[in-house]
């Protein structure tokens, strides 16, 4: 099993910058790629950005495209979202999840932190 914990999220002003990270502990060695995913009230959770773990690839939601920038550390097996100019639309609970291949789902997930942007 892969256990996933987030930090970071707060309550931050529209505009302003907040770093979220999720530590991965476990089976780490099975993670292929590692993924950021929110849920704001009443909404369905979605996609934010995801990081192959091994080459680093990225790919990103157009909603935070050129605001967001997800990394890795593969030492550390830590990953990183950096988010700036925040939107009070940006507000939600952000979890990191990890799937095991290409073609897989997302299969193990952290309990989540909450990101409140004020306008």
């Known amino acids: 099993q892969v256990q996933l914990v987030e930090s970071g999220g707060g309550l931050v002003q529209a505009g302003g910058s907040l770093r979220l990270s999720c530590a991965a502990s476990?089976?780490?060695?099975?993670?292929?790629?590692m993924g950021w995913f929110r849920q704001a009230p009443g909404k369905e959770r979605e996609f934010v950005a995801a990081?192959?773990?091994?080459?680093?690839?990225?790919s990103y939601a157009d909603s935070v495209k050129g605001r967001f920038t997800i990394s890795r550390d593969n030492a550390k097996n830590t990953m990183s979202l950096q988010m700036n100019s925040l939107k009070p639309e940006d507000a939600a609970v952000y979890y990191c999840?990890?799937?095991?291949?290409?073609?897989?789902?997302?299969?193990?997930w952290g309990q989540g932190t909450r990101v409140t942007v004020s306008s």
């Open positions: 999840a990890s799937r095991p291949g290409f073609l897989s789902s997302y299969d193990y």
């Open positions: 990081i192959n773990w091994s080459g680093g690839s990225t």
């Open positions: 476990g089976r780490t060695f099975s993670i292929y790629a």
